[in-house]
């Protein structure tokens, strides 16, 4: 019974170990740990940036270059103004867009940044400022759904008058056939 009892705690401290491991290495590896500090800093203002927090990738052709690092609301135009931490050997144009980007239907967002075609390059702490917001999914299939059921009300009035012109023709078909 000693030796049984032996095992199963060494059994659990194994698993404890191994747990820490695993968890050690999801948080030094998903990039939401320690942010880049010597990354260069650029700050966005967006008219929403739903899904975003800070940690969230920033990334150029789908591959990851940054990450946010802080998020404000602008008090003079109640905009969302985001701040970014990008590798610093990236010479960014100074017409680099940025955008609130899914990765897909159920996936998280993430800030993709389009760099333009300027000569000039943005120097740390600069403002990228042309960006597009977060669309909703949401509110695309509300409208969606709105727009379908407007459609559907509309029809039948257009429709109900030749479907009653067409019945009435069928009935009228079928009158004399009935007294012969």
């Known amino acids: 019974m000693k030796g049984r009892s032996l095992v199963e705690v060494a059994t659990g401290g194994i698993v404890l170990v191994i747990a820490a491991i695993f968890l050690a290495y999801a ?64 010479r960014l144009p100074d017409d680099t867009s940025a955008e609130i980007t899914s990765e897909g239907l159920l996936g998280g967002k993430y800030v993709s940044l389009v760099p333009g075609g300027s000569e000039k390059f943005l120097a740390d702490g600069a403002r990228i400022t042309e960006t597009q917001g977060s669309v909703s999914l949401e509110s695309l299939l509300g409208r969606f759904i709105f727009s379908v059921t407007q459609m559907n009300s509309q029809q039948p009035q257009n429709g109900g008058a030749e479907q009653g012109a067409a019945q009435g023709a069928t009935q009228g078909s079928g009158a004399p056939a009935a007294s012969r």
């Open 27 to 90: 948080v030094l590896h998903s990039g939401r740990g320690a942010t880049n500090a010597d990354g260069m800093r650029l700050t966005a203002k967006f008219d929403k940036i739903d899904g975003i927090s800070n940690g969230a990738d920033v990334r150029i052709a789908g591959v990851k270059v940054g990450s946010v690092t802080d998020s404000r609301i602008d008090p003079d135009s109640f905009g969302a103004v985001l701040t970014m931490r990008v590798d610093r050997s990236l």
